[in-house]
């Protein structure tokens, strides 16, 4: 696995550098761990180094005049909708 450890250590050092959530690299790269690891091609099951993308991170694209707006509208459809009567 050392080849994917330094890839994962390299998109560390880019997000790091760049303030850009590589979100897209973490999660191929988790997912390809996984069946390597299902394939019985790797012994250790992929470690859970993906932390949750806040929702500003998820919208980094957004245009920055409705950023907020989709933020906001994210953290109330996280929160569960009243019983209707």
């Known amino acids: 696995m050392g080849d994917v450890d330094e890839l ?10 760049t303030g850009k959530p590589l979100g897209h690299y ?8 996984r069946v390597l690891f299902h394939l019985g091609i ?5 470690p859970h180094w993906q932390r949750p993308m806040t929702f500003a991170e998820r919208v980094v694209d957004v245009s920055p005049a409705l950023r907020p ?3 906001a509208y ?3 459809r996280r929160e569960p909708a009243a019983p209707r009567p």
């Open 69 to 71: 707006a989709f933020v």
């Open 74 to 76: 994210l953290n109330e």
């Open 42 to 46: 790797v012994d250790v099951p992929p």
């Open 8 to 17: 994962i250590t390299e998109c560390r050092r880019r997000e790091e550098r």
């Open 26 to 33: 973490r999660s191929a790269l988790n997912a390809a761990q």
